[in-house]
């Protein structure tokens, strides 16, 4: 059986006897690969690689590290197809939207060759008489990053990419799910022109995470996953002494306006809460039309569009999406659904027991509809992460407003409406990071910054822009004066001191 290794000081890295963890192919069911899990000990050897190198990145100059950002972008491009399908096939996502997985990494890359320029730091001439003060953005040193399942390339990529372009090294932890095309671009990062031990992948579970969070040498954390973990890893890695970002859950909210142009909202819909079975943290799985009216228009035309969805395996090119990334989480999702159901949900359109002829070991779950979910249901609190869809319905604007912002998660939200000022308010009140106004999944391009807030997000720095550039950079001060002339006073020329 394939075996994934680690990928230390440039090389793929064999620990015998270490502990494992199977890679499902989702699509047949079946184990296709093993990774090996690592250690503290393993974790020196990369810290040790990582030290070795990082002193002389971080005064390269910066077009040269700028040059090697443009080349790794490059082969991103010529191996996409490689990659996408790779991706798929361990996580399930459908070939087409693991594309879109690289390419929003690549965009974070292509941001980060602009690293001549964004790294500059800022200069007041004449602060003071004769002074001046400048400011200049320096790495952190060794930085670590710990990554979720579901985006395994454009995670890796928001994280190492700011934080090596700006000068630091990088360990990456991935998630054990789905850990090949993590490995492989570390590899095609080396062929790009980067240094050995620059960027190292180490793979692990809880004992890995650990280990970096309490190593004195890694300065800095960046962690993507589930909100509990995410709130654990900030406030382990805070007490080590480190700089720590840590993005968490979410339950997206789309609020369907009276006046909204039904058919894009339901289109947007579609994609939004089924694309990638529902596996994304911007995901929309919950639905709130505003007045009994536009939820009765809604779900009618609902009901059609996703009778309409085909499932299908990861490389179907007709599928809308495949299968979820492990047999536990199909049950997960099954088992979210029924206490939907004991809870007062209508299960409108039911997606357990669902089976893919032909494919019946896979992990597939049905797109499922929800209706009459209310703010108390334990299913509507807490983030389901499937191809499930809940509506709740609101009485009136505020009511829609207040959804969202007293929900535990604030990652993204939408606003399906015709109305400027509607949109306008609710975006100014909204107590969620990122907001969508027709559009359904509002990630922020590479040169803004990704982050939710509440539970959602952890720390105070987002991920990539310049906000990635600030998270990775620490920023030194320098107040100067330089006295005039010789010391004897003698070289004291006639130049006016501004
Ligand atoms: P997860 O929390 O299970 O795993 C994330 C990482 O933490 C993995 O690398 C994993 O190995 C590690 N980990 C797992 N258990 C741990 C433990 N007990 N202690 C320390 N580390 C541990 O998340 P996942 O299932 O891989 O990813 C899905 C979750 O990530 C969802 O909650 C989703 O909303 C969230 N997510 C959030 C964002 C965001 O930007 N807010 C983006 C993508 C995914």
């Known amino acids: 059986m394939r075996q994934v290794h680690h990928f ?28 090996t899990l690592g250690d503290a000990a393993l974790l020196e050897k990369a810290v040790a690689a990582a030290k070795k190198v990082q002193p002389e990145w971080a005064v390269t100059n910066p077009q040269r590290r700028a040059r090697v950002m443009f080349a790794f972008k490059q082969l991103l491009e010529e191996n996409m197809q490689e990659l996408a399908e790779l991706l798929a096939s361990e996580h399930g996502k459908v070939v087409d939207d693991a594309k879109g997985d690289v390419q929003r990494g690549l965009e974070v890359i292509e941001f980060a060759c602009g690293i001549p320029h964004v790294q500059k730091g800022e200069h007041t001439l004449g602060a003071g008489t004769g002074i001046d003060v400048y400011s200049m953005r320096q790495p952190l040193g060794i930085g670590a990053g710990i990554t979720p399942f579901n985006f395994p390339a454009m995670i890796p990529m928001w994280m190492f990419g700011m934080a090596i372009a700006a000068g630091n090294a990088f360990i990456l932890k991935p998630s054990e799910r789905d850990p090949s095309v993590p490995l492989r671009l570390a590899e095609l990062f080396m062929e790009a022109g980067a240094p050995a031990g620059l960027l190292q992948v180490v793979h692990g579970d809880k004992e890995m995470v650990d280990a970096i969070l309490d190593h004195k040498d890694i300065a800095g954390v960046s962690f993507v996953g589930s909100s509990d973990i995410a709130h654990y890893v900030y406030q382990r890695g805070a007490k080590a002494g480190k700089r720590v970002q840590a993005m968490g859950g979410a339950k997206n909210h789309g609020i369907v306006m009276p006046d909204a142009d039904l058919d894009m909202a339901v289109n947007d819909l579609m994609g939004a809460a ?111 992460f499937g191809p499930v869809l809940q509506i709740v319905r609101a009485n009136d604007f505020d009511e829609a407003v207040r959804l969202p912002s007293e929900h535990q998660y604030g990652n993204g939200v939408c606003i399906f409406t015709r109305n400027g000022h509607a949109a306008r308010e609710f975006a100014a009140k909204v107590e969620v990071g990122m907001v969508g106004i027709n559009v359904p999944i509002p990630v922020p391009v590479s040169y803004h910054s990704f982050g939710g807030w509440k539970r959602s997000g952890f720390g105070d720095a987002d991920q990539y822009g310049m906000e990635g550039l600030r998270f990775w950079t620490k920023i030194k001060k320098v107040t100067q004066r330089w006295p005039d002339g010789g010391g004897d006073g003698s070289n004291a020329f006639l130049i006016p001191t501004l």
């Not at 440039?10 to 690969?33: C, F, L, M």
């Not at 999702?333 to 809870?343: G, L, M, S, V």
């Not at 997606?351 to 979910?373: I, Y």
Request: hydrophobic share 35%; net charge negative; with cysteine.
């Open 274 to 384: 089924y694309g990638s079975a529902g596996e994304r943290c911007m995901a929309l799985p919950v639905v709130v039309p505003v007045g009994e009216d536009t939820a009765e228009r809604l779900k009618e035309k609902l009901i059609p569009a996703i009778e309409g969805l085909r499932v299908g395996v990861s490389n179907d090119p007709d599928a809308h999406y495949g299968p979820v990334v492990t047999p536990e989480h199909k049950a997960r999702i099954e088992q979210w659904i029924d206490t939907a159901e004991k809870e007062g949900s209508e299960v409108v359109i039911d997606g357990r027991g669902f089976s893919l002829q032909g494919h019946e070991d896979g992990f597939f779950v049905g797109p499922t509809l929800l209706d009459h979910v209310t703010p108390g249901m334990e299913s509507y609190r807490e983030e389901i």
């Open 8 to 35: 230390i000081a440039g090389e793929h890295y064999e620990v015998s006897g270490a502990r494992k963890h199977d890679i499902w192919n989702p699509s047949t069911g079946e184990v296709q690969a093993q990774v």
